[in-house]
Every structure is written in structure tokens, then in C-alpha cells.
């Protein structure tokens, strides 16, 4: 098949959508995974994928369709000719030149509704993008839907339409396609002009931009974030008034020096756990650390730092055993002022997942120059982040050489000082 044979193809007529799939934005992925997967039986069409998802550009196996609808792509025809058109024109066929095309508002309805659809190829254990043989292995295209609590299989599609049930508790033995909706970008919509919260000037280049909405890496959002909330010093460094609490006779490590504290490293306790928040058609991890700090007026400071990688960097499988291992993360937190700050703070832990908002709130206690605070920090999350539960650290506590151990339950976690 060459690219001029390619048409805008919805899916048959009769075909069945269960009811996890029936919001617009689902109803529309499983229609461009009935294209996509029409698309792949030109292996020049599985070459492109194959290698762009290699780029690895947020450091997982994927890309965004919005940023690569324009991306050219090379394709041999049968006579030998080489020609190079759009990854638009190889998924829907040669476009009209004055006019609006029935895919030009498909895409438009995508973006509207899917504004971080991407293309991903999951590391799986015995299947991944690095070992894909993309000459001769033709993948099914799986559509995640938004919600997938409850939900014993996914959908998926081959290059001939037909429908494929894959069970959630059953990791594929093949290469796979998943579209599913990017985890580490996240949206601020530009009526904010550039701003975090509305309040503190936000001066990172967006990654991804659509009509409405600028999208920036997670780990860059969160610093911006944390800068501000720390009243514009460094996230890294000490908060308003700087420096750990000095002075009189040192007693605990924090008193010895003034450096920055830092989340070492940190695993899942059990891999059961490990499968249960992560799903074969999920990718890498995306851990958020939330930092909850009390103040002696009682207002509360809330720093968010991200722990991601792919599957390996958590887990290591042998041909009989998988076990999780420790993610070393190096990630810079305060210089932990107890006069400012306290004698404890808050470490709240979740994997982040694609969902609808909710409120959730922990609550901190913590003694500020000899008074007992009391504060409930709350944030938004998703309905589909999975939880993973705090721990309290405390001031005292060892911070020198390796640092001390925490352990929520779920997850456990070395801080110490730099």
C-alpha cells in the first residue's frame, strides 16, 4: 500500500464501543486508531513511529500527535521512487490545497478534545520499542480510555479494523501502539498570561502550544511553581529568611550546616503494589513528591517535585522474578530554616495518572519556636493518581551520609542534607 491509496477512514459501519469509551474525546481516539492502524501496513509508516518514539522526548517511549503532524515522512513506492510527505498526509492522504478537509476538522475536534493524545509504544517485559522489528511486526493500536477503574480489557484495533479485547491483567507478549494521554506535560490555560496561580510571572517556553492552553514538562512547571510559593527564592535553596535555625548549641545535624535538603532516592515496598498502580499500557512513572510545610501564621507551603522514569528504572525482572529497586532521584528541596519552618514537614506521595480533579488534604503539625502549629494543606489531584501516603519528617532526624529512611506504607524514601 503507498501513501496515495490512503483516505480518511472511520471506523466500519456497526462497529461496537463499549460504554468505558463513549466521552467525545475516547469516541475520537478509537476513530484515529482505526486510521492509525489502517496507516501501518506501510512498514515506512512503522519505521516513522519506531523512530520517533525512540527520541524519547520526555524521557518515555511516545510522542504527542500535535507536534508531529507536520513531521515529514519518507515512503518507498513499489517502482523504488522515494517521496517524502507529512505524518498528516501518511495517516489521511494527499490534502486539498484551498480547502478544509474532513480531516482538518477530525484534528481539529482531537486538539479540542485531546489536546496531549500521544502515540507510545510501552516497555513491556518481554516487548518494547528498542527491540520492535518494525519490518515484520505489525502492532495492534490499544485506545486507553480516560477512566479505566473497573475495567478487566482495553480496546484495540488492527490494520484491518477488526476489534481486539486485551486484558488489563495481562501484559501483551508483542510490541504494541497505545494511544493514551501524555503524563508529563502539563496545561495552563493563556489567560493566565504566563503566570503560576495567577500570581508569579512563569519564564519557561512551553514545550507544546494549542489555541487555548500552553503545555510545559512537569518537572519545569513544578519548579516554577515552587519558586513562587517560597516567595521567589530558589526551591533549592532556603525560603524567606534563608538558613537553618543556627545559633546556641548544635544537637541535631541540621544545626551543623546550612545546606540544602535533598530527596536521595526512593522505591515502591512491594512489586504487587508496583503492578497495582502500574498498568502494562502506562509507560514510564511519574512519582510526585508533595513537601507540606507550616508557617506560625498557619498558612501552609506546598512544594511538588517529580520522580519519573521507565519501567526499569523501578522494577528488575529475570526470567522468574521481578523485584522493585531504588530510583535515585537527587532532588533539592530547602534549606530547612526550624524557625520558619518548624520541626516537621510533610512528605505526601502519589503516582500521577490522567483523570478528572479532585481535592484532597493532609494535614501537618509542627513546633515554631516553641508553638504547636496546626495546619491542612489541600491540593488537586486526579480521580485516577493512585495514593501512595505520607510521612513526617522531623527536623532532628539523621540528615548526614545516607540520610534517614522513611516509609509511607507504599513507598519508601531517603532525605538527608547535601
Known amino acids: 500500500m503507498v501513501v496515495s491509496s490512503l483516505t480518511w477512514n472511520p471506523p466500519p459501519k456497526g462497529t461496537e464501543v463499549d460504554a468505558e469509551y463513549q466521552t467525545v474525546r475516547d469516541k475520537l481516539a478509537v476513530k484515529f486508531a482505526h486510521q492509525l492502524a489502517a496507516s501501518l501496513k506501510e512498514p515506512d509508516m512503522r519505521r516513522f513511529i519506531r523512530e520517533e518514539v525512540l527520541q524519547q522526548f520526555d524521557g518515555d517511549y511516545n510522542f504527542l500527535l500535535g507536534t508531529h503532524l507536520n513531521k515529514p515522512v519518507r515512503i518507498t513506492e513499489p517502482s523504488g521512487r522515494v517521496r517524502e510527505v507529512t505524518f498528516k498526509e501518511a495517516l489521511f492522504g494527499p490534502?486539498?490545497?484551498?480547502?478544509?478537509?474532513?480531516?482538518?476538522?477530525?484534528?481539529?475536534?482531537?486538539?479540542?478534545?485531546?489536546?496531549?493524545?500521544?502515540?507510545?509504544?510501552?516497555?513491556?517485559a518481554n516487548a518494547s520499542a528498542e527491540?520492535?522489528?518494525?519490518?515484520?511486526?505489525?502492532?495492534?493500536?490499544?485506545?486507553?480510555?480516560?477512566?479505566?477503574?473497573?475495567?478487566?480489557?482495553?480496546?484495540?484495533?488492527?490494520?484491518?479494523?477488526?476489534e481486539h479485547q486485551l486484558p488489563i491483567n495481562e501484559e501483551p507478549t508483542e510490541p504494541i501502539i497505545v494511544i493514551s494521554e501524555n503524563e508529563r506535560l502539563i496545561g495552563v490555560p493563556k489567560e493566565k498570561n504566563g503566570r503560576v496561580d495567577g500570581l508569579c510571572p512563569l519564564s519557561i517556553d512551553p514545550y507544546y502550544?494549542?489555541?487555548?492552553?500552553?503545555?510545559?514538562?512537569?518537572?519545569?512547571?513544578?519548579?516554577?511553581?515552587?519558586?513562587?510559593?517560597?516567595?521567589?527564592?530558589?526551591?533549592?535553596?532556603?525560603?524567606?529568611?534563608?538558613g537553618s535555625a543556627g545559633g546556641?548549641?548544635?544537637?541535631c545535624d541540621r544545626d551543623i550546616k546550612n545546606t540544602k535538603d535533598e530527596l536521595v532516592k526512593m522505591k515502591v515496598n512491594d512489586y504487587n503494589d508496583f503492578k497495582r498502580i502500574n498498568d502494562w499500557f502506562d509507560g514510564g512513572q511519574e512519582f510526585i513528591a508533595t513537601i507540606i510545610m507550616a508557617k506560625a501564621n498557619g498558612s501552609v507551603i506546598q512544594l511538588q517535585k517529580a520522580?519519573?522514569?521507565?519501567?526499569?528504572?523501578?522494577?528488575?525482572?529475570?526470567?522468574?522474578?521481578?523485584?522493585?529497586?531504588?530510583?535515585?532521584?537527587?532532588?533539592?528541596?530547602?534549606?530547612?530554616?526550624?524557625s520558619i519552618y518548624g520541626d516537621t514537614m510533610v512528605y505526601d506521595w502519589i503516582?500521577?495518572?490522567?483523570?478528572?480533579?479532585?481535592?484532597?488534604?493532609?494535614?501537618?503539625?509542627?513546633?515554631?519556636?516553641?508553638?504547636?502549629?496546626?495546619?491542612?494543606?489541600?491540593r488537586t489531584i486526579t480521580d485516577e493518581d493512585d495514593i501512595l501516603k505520607s510521612s513526617a519528617v522531623e527536623y532532628c532526624d539523621a540528615a548526614n551520609g545516607d540520610g534517614y529512611l522513611y516509609n509511607t506504607g507504599y513507598v519508601s524514601f531517603y532525605v538527608r542534607q547535601r
Do not use: H, M
Open 209 to 242: 502550544s494549542t489555541p487555548t492552553k500552553n503545555y510545559y514538562f512537569l518537572n519545569d512547571y513544578y519548579e516554577a511553581q515552587n519558586l513562587c510559593s517560597l516567595g521567589g527564592g530558589s526551591s533549592g535553596g532556603g525560603g524567606p529568611g534563608g
Open 95 to 124: 490534502q486539498p490545497a484551498n480547502a478544509r478537509s474532513s480531516a482538518d476538522d477530525f484534528l481539529d475536534s482531537l486538539q479540542q478534545y485531546y489536546p496531549l493524545l500521544q502515540i507510545a509504544v510501552p516497555e513491556l
Open 351 to 378: 503516582e500521577r495518572d490522567t483523570g478528572n480533579s479532585i481535592e484532597v488534604s493532609v494535614d501537618i503539625s509542627t513546633k515554631i519556636n516553641g508553638t504547636t502549629v496546626t495546619a491542612t494543606a489541600k
Open 131 to 162: 527491540t520492535w522489528d518494525e519490518e515484520n511486526d505489525l502492532p495492534l493500536i490499544a485506545v486507553i480510555p480516560r477512566s479505566t477503574q473497573g475495567l478487566e480489557y482495553i480496546l484495540a484495533y488492527d490494520s484491518e479494523g477488526n
Open 248 to 251: 546556641g548549641t548544635a544537637t
Open 307 to 338: 520522580v519519573t522514569g521507565k519501567d526499569g528504572d523501578f522494577r528488575d525482572c529475570s526470567w522468574f522474578n521481578c523485584q522493585t529497586i531504588w530510583r535515585n532521584s537527587g532532588v533539592e528541596i530547602v534549606t530547612w530554616d526550624k
